[in-house]
């Protein structure tokens, strides 16, 4: 569950950097058709690929973390495996009020 919420947020990671690049394109265009001279026109080029650069950086920062979250996410052990030790590092028995078996499972109590 954990590798498809993270797949799913690289993915809008990805998106929205994409929307970030367009967008910065979009403002260099108009810089530019603003700009009366080269350095102007030069200076907005330069403006468009430090928000380029930035956008490429979110989305890094965004798939850490979503790999972060992954690494930290508590997961339940698959039916069947031992529960993790608890305190001092014993490992409690089920009890058959839980709907649990003796330790040494059903038919091991001598009569």
Not at 47 to 75: F, G, L, P, T, Y
């Amino acid at each position: 569950m954990q590798t498809a919420k993270q797949k799913v947020s690289d993915a809008a990671a990805s998106a929205q950097q994409n929307v970030d690049k367009v967008r910065a394109k979009a403002q260099e265009k108009m810089e530019k058709t603003d700009a009366r001279t080269s350095e102007e026109k030069e200076m907005a080029h330069e403006r468009k690929e430090i928000s380029e650069a930035e956008a490429k950086m979110k989305k890094h920062e965004s798939k850490a973390q979503n790999v972060d979250k992954k690494a930290h996410s508590h997961q339940q052990p698959p039916l069947g495996a031992e529960a993790p030790p608890t305190e001092g590092g014993v490992t409690p028995t089920p009890s058959p009020a839980a709907g649990g078996q003796y330790p040494g499972g059903a038919g091991s109590h001598v009569m």
